[in-house]
C-alpha cells in the first residue's frame, strides 16, 4: 500500500489531461471482475467482529473504511497510471510506468507485486492438518463458575481468550 500511495504522489504532478480524453463511459465496467476480486475482503468481516468485540458501530465503520480506503486507492493510482502513461499504459500498469519512472521502480514495483503473491502463498503451503491461520479451538462447557451448563459447544475469542458458547456468535 505505502509502494502504490508513493506512486500516487510522486506522479500525480506529471498527470496529462489529454491522456484522460479517452474514457468512454460503457467501457466503466470493463475491469469490473478485477475490481470485484480486489476489493472482495468480506472473508474478513466476522474477524472483525472478533476484532471489535461485536461492536456494530466500530465493526461497521471498520468494515466501511476497508472497503472506501483501498477502493479509493485503487482509483487514484488508475487515474495516475492513465494520466501519465496515456496509450504507453501496459497490462500490469507498472511495466508502462518504467518509462516515466525509471528502471529501479519498475522493478521495485514487480518485486512487491511478486512477493505480495507469493508470501502469500509460500504461509499458506506451509500449513500442515490441524494448523491453520485463524485456528478455531472449541471444547464443550462444564459446570463452573458462571457456567450452568454442562457439555456445551464453546470457542475460544482470540482477541480476548475468553470462552463463549457458539450459540452467542449467530
Known amino acids: ?6 506512486l500516487i504522489a510522486i506522479l500525480f504532478p506529471g498527470i496529462q489531461t489529454a491522456n484522460l480524453s479517452g474514457f468512454y463511459p460503457e467501457e466503466a ?11 472482495a475482503g468480506g472473508i474478513v468481516i466476522p474477524e472483525v467482529a472478533i476484532i471489535t468485540d461485536k461492536n456494530r458501530k466500530l465493526a461497521r465503520l471498520a468494515t466501511t473504511l476497508g472497503t472506501l480506503l ?3 486507492i485503487y482509483f487514484l493510482f488508475a487515474l495516475v497510471v492513465v494520466g ?3 496509450i504507453a ?3 500490469e500498469a507498472i511495466g508502462g510506468l518504467t518509462r516515466f519512472t525509471g528502471t529501479r521502480v519498475g522493478f521495485l514495483g514487480n518485486l512487491i507485486g511478486f512477493l505480495a503473491v507469493f ?7 506451509k500449513l500442515k492438518p490441524r494448523l491453520s491461520l485463524m485456528p478455531l479451538v472449541k471444547k464443550l462447557s462444564k459446570i463452573e463458575n458462571r457456567i450452568t451448563i454442562d457439555g456445551y459447544e464453546m470457542v475460544l475469542n482470540p482477541k480476548t481468550h475468553k470462552w463463549k458458547f457458539t450459540h452467542l456468535l449467530a
Open 70 to 72: 483501498p477502493a479509493l
Open 29 to 39: 465496467f470493463f475491469p469490473y471482475g478485477v475490481l470485484l476480486f480486489a476489493l
Open 89 to 91: 499504459t501496459s497490462e
Open 119 to 125: 508470501t502469500s502463498f509460500a504461509a499458506a503451503s
Open 1 to 6: 500500500v505505502g509502494f502504490v500511495v508513493y
Open 84 to 86: 501519465v502513461s496515456g
